[in-house]
Protein backbone atom coordinates (compact mmCIF):
# COMPACT_ATOMS: atom_id res chain seq x y z
CA UNK A 1 0.00 0.00 0.00
CA UNK A 2 1.27 3.05 -0.77
CA UNK A 3 1.41 6.04 1.57
CA UNK A 4 1.48 10.21 1.24
CA UNK A 5 3.47 12.48 3.33
CA UNK A 6 1.73 15.29 6.10
CA UNK A 7 1.90 17.93 3.12
CA UNK A 8 -0.18 15.78 0.62
CA UNK A 9 -3.08 15.05 3.28
CA UNK A 10 -6.25 16.74 2.44
CA UNK A 11 -7.15 18.80 5.38
CA UNK A 12 -11.41 18.56 4.17
CA UNK A 13 -11.40 15.45 5.36
CA UNK A 14 -10.33 15.49 9.09
CA UNK A 15 -12.55 18.99 9.22
CA UNK A 16 -15.84 16.89 8.01
CA UNK A 17 -14.99 13.51 9.88
CA UNK A 18 -18.25 13.31 10.81
CA UNK A 19 -19.99 13.75 7.36
CA UNK A 20 -17.11 11.22 5.28
CA UNK A 21 -17.76 8.57 8.32
CA UNK A 22 -21.84 9.49 7.62
CA UNK A 23 -20.47 8.45 3.95
CA UNK A 24 -18.65 5.70 4.42
CA UNK A 25 -21.00 3.84 6.70
CA UNK A 26 -24.02 4.49 4.36
CA UNK A 27 -22.10 2.60 1.44
CA UNK A 28 -20.73 0.05 3.94
CA UNK A 29 -23.77 -1.39 6.37
CA UNK A 30 -22.14 -4.76 6.75
CA UNK A 31 -18.88 -3.09 7.77
CA UNK A 32 -16.82 -4.45 5.29
CA UNK A 33 -14.54 -2.04 5.66
CA UNK A 34 -14.24 -1.20 2.22
CA UNK A 35 -16.08 0.78 -0.69
CA UNK A 36 -16.08 1.57 -4.18
CA UNK A 37 -14.41 4.86 -4.79
CA UNK A 38 -16.64 6.42 -7.04
CA UNK A 39 -19.74 5.87 -5.04
CA UNK A 40 -17.92 6.88 -1.54
CA UNK A 41 -17.27 10.00 -3.70
CA UNK A 42 -20.64 10.16 -4.92
CA UNK A 43 -22.36 9.90 -1.52
CA UNK A 44 -19.24 12.10 0.13
CA UNK A 45 -20.68 14.54 -2.35
CA UNK A 46 -23.91 14.46 -1.27
CA UNK A 47 -23.15 15.20 2.32
CA UNK A 48 -20.87 18.15 1.64
CA UNK A 49 -22.64 19.52 -0.77
CA UNK A 50 -23.24 22.24 -0.76
CA UNK A 51 -20.04 23.58 1.27
CA UNK A 52 -17.41 22.82 -1.10
CA UNK A 53 -16.76 22.46 -4.98
CA UNK A 54 -17.29 18.65 -6.42
CA UNK A 55 -13.59 18.86 -6.95
CA UNK A 56 -12.70 19.31 -3.78
CA UNK A 57 -14.76 16.39 -3.13
CA UNK A 58 -13.16 14.53 -5.41
CA UNK A 59 -9.55 15.46 -4.57
CA UNK A 60 -11.06 13.71 -0.77
CA UNK A 61 -12.13 10.93 -2.38
CA UNK A 62 -8.99 10.05 -4.32
CA UNK A 63 -6.69 10.33 -1.07
CA UNK A 64 -8.35 7.53 0.06
CA UNK A 65 -8.42 5.02 -3.42
CA UNK A 66 -4.83 4.45 -2.34
CA UNK A 67 -4.44 0.57 -3.26
CA UNK A 68 -4.59 -1.36 -6.07
CA UNK A 69 -8.41 -2.14 -5.91
CA UNK A 70 -9.25 1.15 -6.23
CA UNK A 71 -11.35 1.01 -3.14
CA UNK A 72 -11.25 3.30 -0.09
CA UNK A 73 -10.59 1.32 3.22
CA UNK A 74 -12.11 3.03 6.12
CA UNK A 75 -9.18 1.78 8.33
CA UNK A 76 -6.52 4.03 6.39
CA UNK A 77 -9.27 6.85 6.85
CA UNK A 78 -9.24 6.35 10.49
CA UNK A 79 -5.07 6.20 10.86
CA UNK A 80 -5.28 9.27 8.37
CA UNK A 81 -7.69 11.23 10.71
CA UNK A 82 -5.71 10.50 13.93
CA UNK A 83 -2.22 11.14 12.50
CA UNK A 84 -3.33 14.54 11.11
CA UNK A 85 -5.42 15.96 14.34
CA UNK A 86 -2.90 18.74 15.12
CA UNK A 87 -2.75 19.90 11.37
CA UNK A 88 -6.29 20.45 11.60
CA UNK A 89 -6.31 21.93 15.04
CA UNK A 90 -3.78 24.62 14.20
CA UNK A 91 -6.32 25.15 11.21
CA UNK A 92 -9.27 25.81 13.64
CA UNK A 93 -6.82 28.11 15.92
CA UNK A 94 -5.97 29.98 12.33
CA UNK A 95 -9.78 30.20 11.77
CA UNK A 96 -10.55 31.70 15.25
CA UNK A 97 -7.83 34.30 15.04
CA UNK A 98 -8.18 35.78 12.19
CA UNK A 99 -12.36 35.94 12.51
CA UNK A 100 -12.54 39.48 13.71
CA UNK A 101 -16.42 39.94 13.69
CA UNK A 102 -16.86 36.61 15.42
CA UNK A 103 -19.13 35.30 12.87
CA UNK A 104 -17.72 31.84 12.48
CA UNK A 105 -16.83 32.68 9.10
CA UNK A 106 -14.09 34.42 7.01
CA UNK A 107 -14.97 37.51 4.57
CA UNK A 108 -12.37 38.48 1.96
CA UNK A 109 -10.03 40.28 4.31
CA UNK A 110 -10.09 37.55 7.05
CA UNK A 111 -9.26 35.31 4.77
CA UNK A 112 -6.30 36.72 3.34
CA UNK A 113 -5.00 36.71 6.85
CA UNK A 114 -5.69 33.16 7.28
CA UNK A 115 -3.82 31.88 4.13
CA UNK A 116 -0.72 33.48 5.15
CA UNK A 117 -0.88 31.54 8.44
CA UNK A 118 -0.45 28.50 5.83
CA UNK A 119 1.93 30.08 3.91
CA UNK A 120 -0.35 31.23 1.16
CA UNK A 121 -0.40 34.83 0.03
CA UNK A 122 -2.75 35.65 -2.55
CA UNK A 123 -3.53 38.43 -4.21
CA UNK A 124 -6.62 40.56 -3.71
CA UNK A 125 -8.36 39.45 -7.00
CA UNK A 126 -7.09 35.25 -6.91
CA UNK A 127 -9.20 35.76 -3.48
CA UNK A 128 -11.98 37.46 -4.76
CA UNK A 129 -12.25 34.63 -7.41
CA UNK A 130 -12.15 31.86 -4.97
CA UNK A 131 -14.72 33.38 -3.35
CA UNK A 132 -16.70 33.97 -6.48
CA UNK A 133 -15.94 29.83 -7.06
CA UNK A 134 -17.44 29.22 -3.87
CA UNK A 135 -20.99 31.09 -4.67
CA UNK A 136 -20.14 32.79 -1.22
CA UNK A 137 -18.88 36.06 0.18
CA UNK A 138 -17.24 34.49 3.21
CA UNK A 139 -16.25 30.90 4.14
CA UNK A 140 -16.52 28.80 7.53
CA UNK A 141 -13.68 26.66 8.37
CA UNK A 142 -14.21 23.23 6.13
CA UNK A 143 -14.08 25.37 3.19
CA UNK A 144 -11.04 27.53 4.08
CA UNK A 145 -9.40 23.93 5.04
CA UNK A 146 -10.64 22.74 1.11
CA UNK A 147 -9.61 26.59 -0.02
CA UNK A 148 -5.97 26.03 1.59
CA UNK A 149 -5.44 22.62 0.71
CA UNK A 150 -6.27 23.33 -2.91
CA UNK A 151 -4.17 26.59 -3.11
CA UNK A 152 -1.06 24.53 -1.56
CA UNK A 153 -1.85 21.85 -4.27
CA UNK A 154 -2.08 24.68 -6.84
CA UNK A 155 1.73 26.37 -5.96
CA UNK A 156 2.63 29.37 -7.71
CA UNK A 157 4.26 32.29 -6.54
CA UNK A 158 1.68 32.74 -3.87
CA UNK A 159 3.09 29.78 -2.24
CA UNK A 160 6.14 30.86 0.13
CA UNK A 161 8.13 28.49 2.01
CA UNK A 162 7.14 30.32 5.38
CA UNK A 163 3.78 31.51 7.25
CA UNK A 164 2.64 34.96 9.01
CA UNK A 165 1.48 34.43 12.17
CA UNK A 166 -2.51 35.92 11.97
CA UNK A 167 -1.74 39.19 14.02
CA UNK A 168 -3.93 38.58 16.94
CA UNK A 169 -1.31 35.61 18.35
CA UNK A 170 1.64 38.49 17.59
CA UNK A 171 2.07 39.79 21.31
CA UNK A 172 4.63 39.14 24.00
CA UNK A 173 4.47 38.48 27.43
CA UNK A 174 5.74 40.78 29.90
CA UNK A 175 8.87 38.92 30.33
CA UNK A 176 10.10 39.55 26.96
CA UNK A 177 9.50 42.97 26.96
CA UNK A 178 11.37 43.03 29.78
CA UNK A 179 13.94 41.20 28.06
CA UNK A 180 14.01 43.80 25.81
CA UNK A 181 14.73 46.25 28.62
CA UNK A 182 17.06 44.31 30.15
CA UNK A 183 19.39 43.49 26.58
CA UNK A 184 19.00 46.94 25.45
CA UNK A 185 18.15 49.74 27.63
CA UNK A 186 19.91 48.45 31.41
CA UNK A 187 23.25 47.80 29.63
CA UNK A 188 23.18 50.96 27.76
CA UNK A 189 23.61 49.63 24.30
CA UNK A 190 21.06 51.36 23.18
CA UNK A 191 22.09 54.73 24.71
CA UNK A 192 25.67 54.50 22.88
CA UNK A 193 23.63 54.04 19.88
CA UNK A 194 21.18 56.83 20.25
CA UNK A 195 24.72 59.19 20.84
CA UNK A 196 26.47 58.08 18.25
CA UNK A 197 23.87 58.21 15.74
CA UNK A 198 22.91 61.84 17.29
CA UNK A 199 26.41 62.72 16.30
CA UNK A 200 26.24 62.23 12.84
CA UNK A 201 23.58 64.14 12.26
CA UNK A 202 22.98 67.67 10.99
CA UNK A 203 18.98 68.01 10.17
CA UNK A 204 18.50 68.71 14.33
CA UNK A 205 17.04 64.96 14.43
CA UNK A 206 17.91 63.05 17.59
CA UNK A 207 17.34 59.86 18.54
CA UNK A 208 15.85 58.83 22.38
CA UNK A 209 15.57 55.28 23.99
CA UNK A 210 12.22 55.22 22.88
CA UNK A 211 10.60 53.17 20.82
CA UNK A 212 11.79 55.10 17.27
CA UNK A 213 15.17 54.13 18.58
CA UNK A 214 14.36 50.34 19.19
CA UNK A 215 13.11 50.15 15.92
CA UNK A 216 15.79 51.38 14.59
CA UNK A 217 18.55 49.73 16.01
CA UNK A 218 16.74 46.67 17.87
CA UNK A 219 13.82 45.46 15.72
CA UNK A 220 14.67 46.09 12.18
CA UNK A 221 18.30 44.85 12.85
CA UNK A 222 17.26 41.67 14.44
CA UNK A 223 14.66 40.39 12.62
CA UNK A 224 16.35 40.01 9.16
CA UNK A 225 19.17 37.89 8.38
CA UNK A 226 21.34 40.80 7.07
CA UNK A 227 21.23 42.83 10.45
CA UNK A 228 21.16 39.99 13.01
CA UNK A 229 24.81 40.33 13.46
CA UNK A 230 25.11 44.14 13.40
CA UNK A 231 23.96 43.28 17.36
CA UNK A 232 26.94 42.21 19.38
CA UNK A 233 26.45 38.51 20.49
CA UNK A 234 26.25 39.14 24.58
CA UNK A 235 23.56 41.75 23.44
CA UNK A 236 21.62 38.93 21.62
CA UNK A 237 21.96 36.60 24.25
CA UNK A 238 20.32 38.92 27.13
CA UNK A 239 17.32 39.58 24.72
CA UNK A 240 17.03 35.90 23.72
CA UNK A 241 16.80 36.08 20.51
CA UNK A 242 16.86 33.43 17.65
CA UNK A 243 18.95 33.84 14.31
CA UNK A 244 16.12 35.10 11.95
CA UNK A 245 15.78 32.84 8.93
CA UNK A 246 13.52 35.69 6.70
CA UNK A 247 12.56 39.14 7.65
CA UNK A 248 9.74 38.73 10.18
CA UNK A 249 8.30 41.09 13.21
CA UNK A 250 9.67 40.76 16.13
CA UNK A 251 6.92 38.59 17.87
CA UNK A 252 7.15 35.94 14.91
CA UNK A 253 10.52 35.51 16.04
CA UNK A 254 10.69 35.56 19.45
CA UNK A 255 7.24 32.96 19.43
CA UNK A 256 7.17 30.88 16.25
CA UNK A 257 3.74 29.82 17.19
CA UNK A 258 2.87 33.11 18.35
CA UNK A 259 0.53 34.22 21.67
CA UNK A 260 -3.01 35.13 21.76
CA UNK A 261 -3.14 38.96 22.51
CA UNK A 262 -4.35 39.51 26.74
CA UNK A 263 -4.32 43.19 26.04
CA UNK A 264 -3.85 45.53 22.81
CA UNK A 265 -1.61 48.66 24.15
CA UNK A 266 -2.50 52.07 22.11
CA UNK A 267 0.48 54.43 22.73
CA UNK A 268 2.98 56.60 21.33
CA UNK A 269 6.41 55.52 20.09
CA UNK A 270 8.42 58.49 21.58
CA UNK A 271 7.39 57.49 24.27
CA UNK A 272 10.64 56.04 26.49
CA UNK A 273 10.90 52.28 26.48
CA UNK A 274 11.49 52.12 30.61
CA UNK A 275 8.36 54.26 31.24
CA UNK A 276 6.59 52.07 28.57
CA UNK A 277 7.80 49.20 31.48
CA UNK A 278 7.09 50.67 34.35
CA UNK A 279 3.56 51.13 33.25
CA UNK A 280 2.97 47.46 32.76
CA UNK A 281 4.57 46.53 35.65
CA UNK A 282 2.44 48.59 37.67
CA UNK A 283 -0.80 47.76 35.85
CA UNK A 284 0.19 44.04 36.38
CA UNK A 285 0.73 44.65 40.05
CA UNK A 286 -2.99 44.26 40.56
CA UNK A 287 -3.03 40.92 39.28
CA UNK A 288 -3.04 37.33 41.18
CA UNK A 289 0.84 36.85 40.24
CA UNK A 290 -0.33 33.08 38.62
CA UNK A 291 -2.07 34.78 36.47
CA UNK A 292 0.10 37.95 35.69
CA UNK A 293 2.97 35.71 34.14
CA UNK A 294 0.49 34.64 31.36
CA UNK A 295 -0.50 38.44 30.62
CA UNK A 296 0.58 39.23 27.01
CA UNK A 297 0.83 42.54 25.09
CA UNK A 298 0.05 43.47 21.62
CA UNK A 299 2.35 46.51 20.81
CA UNK A 300 2.58 46.90 16.99
CA UNK A 301 6.42 47.88 16.98
CA UNK A 302 7.01 44.09 18.22
CA UNK A 303 3.73 42.70 16.30
CA UNK A 304 4.07 44.29 12.18
CA UNK A 305 6.61 42.98 9.91
CA UNK A 306 8.89 46.79 10.35
CA UNK A 307 10.52 45.68 7.39
CA UNK A 308 7.13 46.34 4.84
CA UNK A 309 4.84 48.39 7.50
CA UNK A 310 2.88 49.97 4.44
CA UNK A 311 1.93 46.10 3.31
CA UNK A 312 1.24 45.20 7.28
CA UNK A 313 -1.04 48.31 7.84
CA UNK A 314 -2.82 48.44 4.22
CA UNK A 315 -4.83 50.63 2.54
CA UNK A 316 -7.97 50.26 4.89
CA UNK A 317 -7.20 51.35 9.11
CA UNK A 318 -10.53 49.35 9.96
CA UNK A 319 -9.15 45.78 8.08
CA UNK A 320 -5.97 45.90 9.17
CA UNK A 321 -3.73 44.68 11.82
CA UNK A 322 -4.62 47.01 14.29
CA UNK A 323 -8.35 45.68 14.28
CA UNK A 324 -8.10 42.71 13.76
CA UNK A 325 -5.92 42.80 17.25
CA UNK A 326 -7.84 45.30 19.30
CA UNK A 327 -11.22 42.91 17.91
CA UNK A 328 -9.76 39.75 19.46
CA UNK A 329 -7.13 40.62 22.45
CA UNK A 330 -8.77 38.84 25.23
CA UNK A 331 -8.87 41.69 28.00
CA UNK A 332 -9.42 44.24 25.81
CA UNK A 333 -7.59 47.60 25.29
CA UNK A 334 -4.95 49.75 27.37
CA UNK A 335 -3.84 53.39 26.47
CA UNK A 336 -0.54 54.57 27.71
CA UNK A 337 -0.63 58.23 28.65
CA UNK A 338 2.91 59.92 28.70
CA UNK A 339 2.83 63.62 30.72
CA UNK A 340 2.14 65.14 27.55
CA UNK A 341 -0.58 63.50 26.48
CA UNK A 342 0.44 62.02 23.63
CA UNK A 343 -1.52 59.70 22.50
CA UNK A 344 -4.32 62.11 22.24
CA UNK A 345 -2.41 63.99 19.69
CA UNK A 346 -1.96 61.23 17.10
CA UNK A 347 -4.46 60.02 14.55
CA UNK A 348 -4.10 56.46 14.92
CA UNK A 349 -4.11 56.24 18.69
CA UNK A 350 -7.57 58.36 18.42
CA UNK A 351 -8.73 55.66 15.57
CA UNK A 352 -8.28 52.93 17.93
CA UNK A 353 -10.42 55.12 20.35
CA UNK A 354 -12.81 54.88 17.44
CA UNK A 355 -12.98 51.66 17.39
CA UNK A 356 -12.94 50.74 20.95
CA UNK A 357 -16.36 52.48 21.37
CA UNK A 358 -17.28 50.66 17.78
CA UNK A 359 -16.97 47.66 18.98
CA UNK A 360 -17.38 47.81 22.34
CA UNK A 361 -14.29 46.40 23.98
CA UNK A 362 -13.20 46.84 27.53
CA UNK A 363 -10.63 50.28 27.97
CA UNK A 364 -8.26 51.87 30.66
CA UNK A 365 -5.99 54.15 30.65
CA UNK A 366 -3.00 53.79 32.54
CA UNK A 367 0.66 56.27 33.16
CA UNK A 368 3.68 55.55 34.60
CA UNK A 369 1.78 54.03 37.99
CA UNK A 370 -0.76 51.74 36.33
CA UNK A 371 -4.39 52.57 35.70
CA UNK A 372 -4.82 56.29 36.08
CA UNK A 373 -7.55 56.43 38.52
CA UNK A 374 -4.67 55.77 41.02
CA UNK A 375 -2.96 59.55 39.72
CA UNK A 376 -4.86 62.52 40.56
CA UNK A 377 -3.00 64.71 39.55
CA UNK A 378 -2.65 63.01 36.03
CA UNK A 379 -6.40 62.73 35.70
CA UNK A 380 -6.61 65.97 36.00
CA UNK A 381 -3.69 66.98 33.41
CA UNK A 382 -6.38 64.62 30.92
CA UNK A 383 -9.13 66.58 31.87
CA UNK A 384 -7.44 69.74 30.95
CA UNK A 385 -6.64 68.53 27.86
CA UNK A 386 -9.67 67.07 26.49
CA UNK A 387 -11.03 69.97 24.98
CA UNK A 388 -8.29 70.05 22.82
CA UNK A 389 -8.76 66.39 21.73
CA UNK A 390 -9.50 67.06 17.55
CA UNK A 391 -8.58 64.97 15.00
CA UNK A 392 -7.79 67.56 12.97
CA UNK A 393 -4.69 69.03 14.54
CA UNK A 394 -4.02 65.19 14.89
CA UNK A 395 -0.55 63.61 13.72
CA UNK A 396 0.70 60.76 11.73
CA UNK A 397 3.66 59.32 10.49
CA UNK A 398 2.47 58.81 7.10
CA UNK A 399 0.25 61.34 5.75
CA UNK A 400 -1.41 58.55 3.50
CA UNK A 401 -2.32 56.94 7.12
CA UNK A 402 -4.33 60.24 8.15
CA UNK A 403 -6.27 61.07 5.42
CA UNK A 404 -7.26 57.51 5.35
CA UNK A 405 -8.22 57.98 8.82
CA UNK A 406 -9.94 61.10 8.38
CA UNK A 407 -12.28 60.21 5.51
CA UNK A 408 -13.09 57.31 8.04
CA UNK A 409 -14.41 59.61 10.73
CA UNK A 410 -15.59 62.30 8.87
CA UNK A 411 -19.54 63.26 9.41
CA UNK A 412 -21.45 61.49 7.16
CA UNK A 413 -22.85 64.26 6.22
CA UNK A 414 -19.18 64.96 4.74
CA UNK A 415 -18.82 61.70 3.51
CA UNK A 416 -22.18 62.39 1.47
CA UNK A 417 -20.63 65.24 -0.48
CA UNK A 418 -17.13 63.69 -0.99
CA UNK A 419 -18.30 60.20 -1.69
CA UNK A 420 -15.11 58.41 -2.34
CA UNK A 421 -11.73 58.28 -0.36
CA UNK A 422 -10.18 59.82 -3.39
CA UNK A 423 -12.23 62.81 -3.48
CA UNK A 424 -12.40 63.33 0.21
CA UNK A 425 -8.03 63.20 -0.05
CA UNK A 426 -7.87 65.41 -3.18
CA UNK A 427 -10.41 68.11 -1.54
CA UNK A 428 -8.15 68.14 1.99
CA UNK A 429 -4.79 68.09 -0.35
CA UNK A 430 -5.81 71.13 -2.26
CA UNK A 431 -6.95 73.00 0.61
CA UNK A 432 -9.94 75.26 -1.07
CA UNK A 433 -12.77 76.91 -0.07
CA UNK A 434 -14.78 74.08 0.20
CA UNK A 435 -12.08 72.99 2.76
CA UNK A 436 -11.30 76.23 4.70
CA UNK A 437 -15.22 76.10 4.91
CA UNK A 438 -16.33 72.88 6.78
CA UNK A 439 -12.68 72.13 8.32
CA UNK A 440 -13.35 72.75 11.44
CA UNK A 441 -16.72 70.85 11.45
CA UNK A 442 -15.37 67.76 9.99
CA UNK A 443 -14.62 65.72 12.69
CA UNK A 444 -17.25 67.59 15.02
CA UNK A 445 -19.58 64.03 15.99
CA UNK A 446 -15.74 62.30 16.02
CA UNK A 447 -14.16 64.88 18.02
CA UNK A 448 -17.57 64.87 20.73
CA UNK A 449 -17.08 61.15 20.75
CA UNK A 450 -13.45 61.03 22.01
CA UNK A 451 -13.75 63.06 24.89
CA UNK A 452 -17.13 60.78 26.19
CA UNK A 453 -14.71 58.00 26.18
CA UNK A 454 -12.12 59.76 27.89
CA UNK A 455 -14.00 61.61 30.28
CA UNK A 456 -16.00 58.70 31.76
CA UNK A 457 -12.76 57.53 34.04
CA UNK A 458 -12.39 61.49 35.00
CA UNK A 459 -16.13 61.52 35.72
CA UNK A 460 -15.92 58.35 38.25
CA UNK A 461 -12.44 60.20 39.62
CA UNK A 462 -14.27 63.77 40.10
CA UNK A 463 -17.08 61.89 42.38
CA UNK A 464 -15.06 59.70 44.32
CA UNK A 465 -12.61 62.84 45.82
CA UNK A 466 -15.95 64.63 45.46
CA UNK A 467 -14.50 67.39 42.57
CA UNK A 468 -17.74 68.66 41.69
CA UNK A 469 -16.39 71.57 39.00
CA UNK A 470 -14.70 68.63 37.66
CA UNK A 471 -17.25 66.43 37.63
CA UNK A 472 -19.78 69.28 36.05
CA UNK A 473 -17.20 69.30 33.21
CA UNK A 474 -17.29 65.77 32.74
CA UNK A 475 -21.04 66.01 32.32
CA UNK A 476 -20.58 68.30 29.19
CA UNK A 477 -18.22 65.98 27.71
CA UNK A 478 -20.84 63.69 27.62
CA UNK A 479 -19.86 61.51 30.26
CA UNK A 480 -22.40 59.79 32.64
CA UNK A 481 -25.37 60.57 30.12
CA UNK A 482 -26.63 56.62 30.43
CA UNK A 483 -26.06 56.19 33.87
CA UNK A 484 -28.47 58.02 36.17
CA UNK A 485 -26.65 56.92 39.29
CA UNK A 486 -23.83 59.27 38.43
CA UNK A 487 -25.98 62.03 37.41
CA UNK A 488 -27.81 62.25 40.49
CA UNK A 489 -24.43 61.88 42.51
CA UNK A 490 -22.83 65.13 40.04
CA UNK A 491 -26.54 66.48 40.85
CA UNK A 492 -25.74 66.12 44.62
CA UNK A 493 -22.53 67.81 44.74
CA UNK A 494 -24.04 71.19 43.22
CA UNK A 495 -27.61 71.33 45.12
CA UNK A 496 -29.81 68.41 43.40
CA UNK A 497 -31.03 68.29 40.35
CA UNK A 498 -32.99 71.63 39.66
CA UNK A 499 -29.29 72.88 40.82
CA UNK A 500 -27.85 71.33 38.28
CA UNK A 501 -30.20 71.81 35.90
CA UNK A 502 -29.99 75.84 35.96
CA UNK A 503 -26.54 75.22 35.35
CA UNK A 504 -27.26 75.02 31.97
CA UNK A 505 -25.91 71.18 31.62
CA UNK A 506 -27.99 69.64 29.63
CA UNK A 507 -27.71 72.77 26.90
CA UNK A 508 -23.97 72.59 27.39
CA UNK A 509 -24.21 68.83 26.19
CA UNK A 510 -26.50 69.48 23.49
CA UNK A 511 -24.55 72.28 21.79
CA UNK A 512 -21.82 69.42 21.61
CA UNK A 513 -24.03 67.08 20.28
CA UNK A 514 -25.18 69.43 17.47
CA UNK A 515 -28.58 68.00 18.51
CA UNK A 516 -31.17 68.95 21.16
CA UNK A 517 -30.62 66.53 24.41
CA UNK A 518 -32.79 66.17 27.46
CA UNK A 519 -30.08 65.54 30.09
CA UNK A 520 -32.04 65.65 33.13
CA UNK A 521 -35.71 65.05 33.38
Not at 245 to 256: G, M, T, V, W
Not at 347 to 354: D, P, Y
Not at 441 to 456: C, G, H, P, T, Y
Given at each position: ????????????????????????????????????????????????????????????????????????????????????????????????????????????????????????????????????????????????????????????????????????????????????????????????????????????????????????????????????????????????????????SYA???????????????????????????????????????????????????????????SEV???????????????????????????????????????????????????????????????????????????????????????????????????????????????????????????????????????????????????????????????????????????QAL??????????????????????????????????
Amino acid sequence: MASKSRAEKVPIVSVMADAVLRAFRKLDPAGTGRVASEEFQDALSQVLAPKVPRTMVREVAAYFAIDTTGEVSYEQFCRWQWDDAPTMAWLQTVCNACDVDGDGRLDAVELKFALQACSIFPTAGRIQGALQDLHCQSVDVAQFAALQHTMLRGGGSDVRGYFALPYVRRALQFRQLEDVGLAFISSGWLLAKCQEYNRSQTDGRQEMENLYAINRFVVKKLTHPAGYRDVPEDIRALAKVPEPERPSSYAELINKEGVPASFFVSHYWGHLYRRTLATLQNFLADWPASVASDISFWICLFALDQHNPASEVGTSPEDGPFNAALAKAEHGVLMILDDELQPLKRIWCLFELHRVKCLGVRFELLDDHGPIIKNPPAMLRLAQALDGVRALDALASRENDKLAIWYRIADPIYRRIWTSEKSFESMVKEEGPDFQEFRDQLFSNFDVSMRVILAEPVLAEALRVQNATLALKCLTWGAGQQDDQALRAVAALHGGLLELANKRIACAFARSKGAEVTVLH
